[in-house]
C-alpha cells in the first residue's frame, strides 16, 4: 500500500501541498482518537465479559434455589396455590425501564426493574404453607433481579463488540489506506515542485546565458561599427581606402599596447 501508484490523482500545486498536509494532519489526529476510543471500549468489553461470566455463575444457584421453593410452596400449600396467587395479581407489580449510558461515543443501553404498587398477596397460604409462599416469591424476585441484569449485560456486550469491530475497521482504514495514500500524495507533489523548481532554474541559466550572448554580440557589432566609422573618417581625411585605413588603425593600436606594456 505504500508504492508511489497508491496516491490520490491531485494537480502537484503548492496550494494542494497545503491542503494534504492538512488533511494529514487531521487522519492523524482522528487514528489516535479512534485508536484511544477502540481501547476504551476493550477494556469496557473485558469488565462486562467478566461480570456476564460472574452473573450467570451465580444465576444457576438462584434459579436452583428458587425452583425448589417453588416445590417446597407447592409440597405445603398444595397445587391449588398457584390460582389462588393468580387471582390476587391484577397488575404487575415489578417491571423493567430501560436507560443508556455514554461510553465512548457509544450508547449502552441498561435493564432495570422497580417496584411499582403494593402486592395483595398478604392472605395468600394464610391457612398453610404461608412462609413457604413469601420465600417463594422472594426467590423469583432475586432470580428476576439477575436475569435483568444479565439482559442488560447480554445487550451491552453486543452492542459493544459491534461498535469495537467498527471502530477497530476505522482505525486499519486510517493506518493502512487513508495515511499512507496521503503520505504517497506530499511525496509526489514534493517531488514534483522540486522537479519544476530545476527546470526554472535551468531555464533561468539557460535565458541569462542567452542574454549575456546577446549582449557580447551586440557589443562586438556596435565595437566594429565604430571601427568601419573612424575608418571611413581616415580614409576620407587620408584619402586611402578603406582597407588602408583599417591596417592604419591596426598598426596604432598595436604601437598602443607596445608602449603600455
Do not use: W
Not at 168 to 197: H, M
Amino acid at each position: 500500500m505504500s508504492g508511489q501508484s497508491h496516491r490520490l490523482n491531485v494537480v502537484p500545486t503548492v496550494t494542494m501541498l497545503g491542503i494534504m498536509k492538512a488533511r494529514l494532519v487531521g487522519a492523524t489526529r482522528g487514528h489516535a482518537l479512534l485508536k484511544k476510543k477502540s481501547d476504551a471500549l476493550t477494556v469496557q468489553f473485558r469488565q462486562i465479559l467478566k461480570k456476564i461470566v460472574s452473573t450467570k455463575e451465580s444465576m444457576g444457584e438462584i434459579m436452583k434455589t428458587s425452583s425448589f421453593s417453588l416445590t417446597e410452596a407447592k409440597y405445603v400449600a398444595g397445587e391449588n396455590i398457584k390460582h389462588v396467587v393468580l387471582e390476587n395479581v391484577q397488575n404487575a407489580s415489578l417491571k423493567v425501564r430501560s436507560r443508556q449510558e455514554n461510553v465512548a461515543g457509544v450508547k449502552l443501553p441498561k435493564f432495570e426493574y422497580f417496584t411499582e404498587g403494593e402486592t395483595k398477596n398478604d392472605l395468600t397460604g394464610l391457612a398453610r404453607g404461608g412462609q413457604q409462599v413469601q420465600q417463594c416469591r422472594a426467590a423469583y424476585v432475586k432470580a428476576i433481579e439477575v436475569l435483568v441484569e444479565l439482559a442488560s449485560l447480554q445487550t451491552s456486550f453486543l452492542t459493544l463488540d459491534e461498535a469495537i469491530k467498527t471502530t477497530n475497521r476505522r482505525v486499519n482504514a486510517l493506518e493502512n489506506v487513508v495515511k499512507p495514500r496521503l503520505e504517497n500524495t506530499i511525496s509526489y507533489i514534493k517531488g514534483e515542485l522540486d522537479e519544476l523548481e530545476r527546470e526554472d532554474f535551468f531555464r533561468l541559466k539557460k535565458i541569462q546565458g542567452y542574454k549575456k550572448r546577446e549582449i557580447e554580440r551586440q557589443l562586438a557589432e556596435a565595437k566594429l561599427f565604430a571601427e568601419e566609422q573612424v575608418a571611413e573618417k581616415v580614409s576620407l581625411r587620408k584619402g586611402v581606402s578603406i582597407n588602408s585605413a583599417h591596417n592604419m588603425l591596426s598598426a596604432a593600436r598595436e604601437k598602443d599596447e607596445d608602449i603600455i606594456f
